[in-house]
């Protein structure tokens, strides 16, 4: 890296998505200097579905990380408002479309948790981070360097380097892995303690990510689908279609969930082989018009990933955030707000120092308060799938009925759940919850530092204190008892 500033740690980030974005700018915040080093072209990986329109879905939790950036206007300029979901029926009813019911979210609870729920492009929302991230400080400062066409071949954990595939050779005090689940950082943590390989395990469903121009949407009467909630999502047996606004006034963006029939490689800027008018199966002819006019989709092989040994190398200098660390299924509610926690929480944590000789102690820090977290709410993605997917069957018709009963008395659709599934765990993550939603990752940090850092720091102070020129002082922890 550059000249380094004496009072500033060094790091490098892999990958210039989202986690890795969010993970620069929380770190420049705290003051830190910034290498990151993108494998594509531009920001954000290569571009989702062929025009480069992946839908990003932000829970108020996420919305309200960026609203705290300063972000708000242009967050409002580029997304499109979600208040909840209007379920329908997939396979072909007695009528069509045939409506089940509606699961609203609730105001209060909204309001509360400081955000609202919001829609807009993958493309947009790394566009947004992207610029934020480089932009100079007050001082004129920039403290984020970003790399493009920087694909990073070999990462040297003791050493802290990183190896480009030019050749570049890059130190750091810590490394950062925000390169998703089947990147490079993530491979080195498995190859460094000696757990078997891990390229995932496919699940049995494939995701098609695809979008509908927003005059095709108009032309063909379809415009219905960004009537309130502005949210659709079609239910089973077995297979399961959600419909969301692309960003303000903008396009339609689909997904549909099958059982997994494709034999090709996954990736989000590939071209399905298989068109989504073969893969639909039996489904209500609202489906099938909405396929038809769509544009090519990709696929995504869902697939589960083992948990990590850790998410730090044993030398204490390189860690794994965003999808690298806890990867998720693709169209989930709450990968792209982890990903954003993630970097708050980090930048959040190192505020508290300049020395690089607590590198180590900082991303264990990470590790152990964002892991319970970001488990729980995979563990709740994959019980939502599980529903919206549930086979033909005594569940699958309870669920429904209990769906429409629910609708029929006034309620959200998902709260009679509990009631027809022994094993559901409500609230899945479909639901809003206030320890989901109302979530603050700096607040995190703080309760870390308040708890346990601080007192690290003490101790360092009294034999390093001249190594450590912004440590904290003991008059100083008084004052903030
Ligand atoms: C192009 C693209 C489109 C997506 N669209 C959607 C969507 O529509 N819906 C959805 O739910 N999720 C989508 N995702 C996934 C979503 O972004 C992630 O699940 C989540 O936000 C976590 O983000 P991340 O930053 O941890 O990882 P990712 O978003 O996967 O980003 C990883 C980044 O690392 C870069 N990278 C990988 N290897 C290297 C290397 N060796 N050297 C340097 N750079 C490297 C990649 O190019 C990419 O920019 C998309 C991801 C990508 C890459």
């Known amino acids: ?10 790091f490098i980030i892999v990958g210039a998505s989202v986690s890795g974005l969010a993970s620069a700018i929380a770190l420049k915040e705290s003051g830190h200097r910034v290498l990151v080093l993108e494998k594509e072209a531009r920001p954000g990986g290569a571009g989702s579905v062929p025009n480069g329109s992946g839908c990003a879905q932000l829970p108020p939790n996420a919305g309200k990380i960026l609203s705290d950036w300063g972000l708000d206007d242009v967050l409002r300029a580029n997304s499109s408002p979600v208040s909840g979901f209007t379920v329908y029926k997939y396979d072909p009813g007695t009528v069509s479309p045939d409506f089940i019911g509606t699961n609203l979210w609730d105001k209060e609870l909204l309001s509360e948790a400081r955000g609202g729920y919001v829609q807009l492009s993958h493309r947009e929302l790394v566009r947004i981070l992207y610029e934020f991230a480089i932009k100079p400080s007050k001082d004129d400062i920039s403290l984020v360097s970003v790399k493009f066409g920087a694909e990073v071949v070999n990462i040297d954990c003791e050493a802290c380097t990183v190896t480009t ?21 993530r491979r ?17 469903i494939s995701a098609y990510n695809t979008f509908i121009p927003r005059t095709r949407v108009l032309e063909n009467d379809l415009d219905w689908l ?12 077995n297979r399961a279609l959600r419909t969301f606004p692309l960003g303000k006034d903008s396009d339609l963006s ?3 969930y099958t059982p997994d029939i494709s034999t090709q490689h996954i990736d989000w800027n590939d071209e399905a082989e298989m068109k989504l008018t073969d893969v639909l199966g039996s489904c209500d002819k609202a489906i099938r018009k909405l396929a038809a006019v769509a544009e090519p989709a990709t696929c995504i092989r869902i697939k589960e990933y083992h948990d990590l040994e850790s998410w730090v190398s044993e030398s204490g200098r390189v860690l794994v955030v965003g999808d690298a660390a806890h990867p998720s299924a693709p169209a989930s509610m709450h990968s792209y707000s982890c990903s954003l926690e993630d970097g708050v929480f980090l930048g959040k944590l190192f505020s508290h120092t300049q020395n690089t000789e607590r590198v180590p102690e900082f991303f264990h820090a990470f590790e152990g308060q964002r892991q319970t977290r970001c488990t729980r709410i995979r563990q709740a993605e994959k019980e939502a799938l599980r529903i919206i997917l549930l086979t033909e069957g005594p569940d699958q018709a309870a669920v429904e009925a209990s769906m429409r009963e629910q609708q029929g008395a006034g309620g959200n659709v998902l709260e009679g759940l509990q009631n027809v599934l022994d094993d559901f765990v409500m609230p899945t993550g479909f639901c809003l919850t206030p320890s989901r939603y109302g979530y603050n990752a700096r607040d995190d940090a703080d309760e870390y530092w308040m708890s346990w850092g601080r007192y690290h720091d003490m101790k360092k102070d009294t034999t390093d ?3 450590t020129p912004i440590q904290m002082t003991f008059s100083s922890l008084v004052e903030m008892e």
Do not use: Q, R, Y
């Open 1 to 10: 890296m550059g000249d380094c500033d004496s009072t500033s740690l060094e």
């Open 165 to 185: 595939k030019n050749g570049e050779v890059h130190t750091a005090d810590g490394i950062i892995g925000a390169d998703g689940a089947n990147g490079i950082v």
């Open 254 to 256: 689909l997904t549909v």
């Open 226 to 237: 960004f009537n309130f909630p502005n949210c659709t999502l079609w239910m089973g047996p």
């Open 465 to 467: 204190v001249d190594k």
């Open 188 to 204: 080195a943590l498995i190859e460094g303690d000696g757990s078997e390989p891990d390229s995932g395990t496919f699940t049995g």
